[in-house]
């Protein structure tokens, strides 16, 4: 990273250390933000976006249904970002096994998709009794990498030495971005807490196109700093009154649009680019908002046919029941119908056998114990819309 990448219009200031490499710290949020027409019509689209899905989660009967499945799909995307190849079905699978030998089997990568998964749920859980802050963040971090290939990057905790990034291999001589040094690091954070808990003082979507790039800029872990940032977003949306459930997630975007969303990034550091970082942003918001309640509208339609083709005639009380379940998790083993029944394992296997034969569900594994696919589920919930 040398002075001459950026201009004077840079968002915050270049830092020179002992050890002669620049480094960057980002100014303190909220910047001075250029305005124009086409921005507000960019952001007025995101809103309208957002506020049909958010009208749609608030009438769901039961949101929970199609919560579980998109957060592991948005844990898939982010992760992908990143360079973690897993797979929907993989995460899916993983989660129904039940064998430890099986799970064990699992690529370190399924390993790392399903964290983030857990990370986000459990950040969704804690932000019910406790605000969104650096402790919250590094709780959330600490769930990322438990396990997994970063564990030994001290997880849960923000970086004591200097990171970078770059091509793979490259040194920090040779990075395209250096983050704040420890002390400019910690005075970056303090202002980003303090910006958290400010009252807002530009449309909410805008402001969290601000946080996000922010703590990029910060880089404040020595991994999963790229995860964090997209999982704050969602963290954002719900605990920012946007949408009362997290049905919303950007990395499907992001990923479609990787070199152009790093661009943005690094653009806002080097030339001070925010309006341009933040139409980037919104665009994003509003294609996924449409995607997300076009994604919901066909899952429930999927749900109501399931329902009513289980509840004709003289129909066991229990299937609906259990459709409920494939719509949370479409993999689905005989020993996990008894628990979710509370019914014995051969109850079980003749209710999942009924759904088999109404080709709801598929044999997808012959393993021990077998597994079961909801094949229309999974399909809605994984593959792009037309």
């Given amino acids: 990273m040398e002075p001459e990448d950026f201009t004077e219009r840079k968002w915050g200031q270049l830092v020179k250390t002992a050890q002669g490499y620049w480094a960057f710290r980002p100014g303190n949020l909220p910047p001075d933000l250029e305005l124009s027409w086409s921005l507000a019509r960019t952001l007025s689209e995101a809103d309208r ?37 897993a797979s929907l079905s993989d995460v899916f699978f993983f989660e129904a096994a039940e064998i430890p030998g099986e799970r064990q089997k699992s690529s370190s990568d399924v390993v790392e998709v399903v964290n983030y998964a857990r990370a986000l749920e459990y950040g969704m859980e804690r932000l019910s009794s406790f605000p969104l802050s650096l402790r919250l963040i590094r709780e959330i971090h600490g769930k990322l990498l438990t396990g997994v290939r970063g564990q030994h990057q001290t997880p849960g905790e923000f970086r004591r030495s200097q990171n970078w990034i770059g091509r793979p291999g490259c040194t920090l001589m040779e990075a395209s971005y250096v983050p704040p040094p420890l002390p400019e690091m910690q005075e970056a954070l303090d202002a980003f807490e303090k910006y958290l808990y400010a009252a807002p003082d530009v449309p909410p979507l805008v402001r969290l196109a601000f946080i996000h790039y ?34 919303l997630y950007l990395s499907a975007y992001l990923e479609k649009h990787r070199e152009e969303y790093y661009n943005h990034l690094l653009a806002v550091s080097r030339e ?88 709801i569900l598929t044999e997808a ?21 037309d």
């Fill in 49 to 85: 976006a957002l506020a049909s899905l958010a009208g749609t989660a608030r009438n769901l009967r039961n949101p929970h249904l199609l919560i579980r499945p998109f957060i592991r799909r948005e844990a898939v995307l982010s992760s992908r970002i990143e360079g973690t190849q």
């Fill in 214 to 247: 922010q703590f990029e800029a910060i880089h404040p872990f020595l991994d999963g700093n790229g995860r964090i940032g997209r999982l704050l977003v969602s963290l954002l949306m719900c605990s920012e009154g946007l949408s009362s459930q997290p049905l």
């Fill in 272 to 359: 001070g680019s925010w309006a341009a970082w933040v139409d980037f942003f919104l665009r994003g918001v509003a294609e996924q908002a449409r995607d997300a309640l076009e994604r919901t509208r066909r899952l429930l339609d999927l749900w109501e046919t399931y329902r009513k083709q289980v509840s004709a005639g003289r129909a066991s009380a229990l299937q609906p029941r259990l459709i409920d379940a494939l719509f949370e998790t479409p993999v689905i083993s005989v020993p996990q119908t008894a628990r979710l029944l509370g019914v014995t394992d051969a109850a079980a296997r003749k209710n999942v056998e009924k759904l088999v034969g109404a080709g």
């Fill in 365 to 385: 594994r012959s393993t021990r114990p077998r597994l079961y696919l909801a094949q229309d589920v999974f399909r809605l919930v994984d593959a792009p819309l």
